[in-house]
């Protein structure tokens, strides 16, 4: 699995449960098209984190590199029905941060001829 995580911050006066209503309409979308495979969302509890990783956190779970790119396709094409869903968190969210992680190690991951 591939694992895209977002962090960022609400606007100035946006609501919190405003914006977690926009993320599960926006992901579960992408789920039921499947251009993703799960996604969770999160926020930062007592504090605790490192302030540049936002108080909220999405992770999404695709299959594969293949899947992920699926899914940044279709956003990128700008159009509707997506788009609304897209434009309904970005509009609501700033100091978005993103990273790409994988499980490991890799399942075709071959053991005792590494070099280094």
Known sequence: MD???IWCDLKPGVSDITFSEKVAAYLGRLKDDGLIESWRFT????????RTFGEFHVIIETRDMAQL?????RVSGRREPIEGFHHGVNSLAE???FALYRDFPDAHRHRGEEKF
């Open 3 to 5: 694992l895209y995580h």
């Open 95 to 97: 100091n978005v941060t």
């Open 43 to 50: 926020r930062r509890k007592l504090g605790l984190g490192p």
């Open 69 to 73: 790119e699926e899914a940044f396709v």
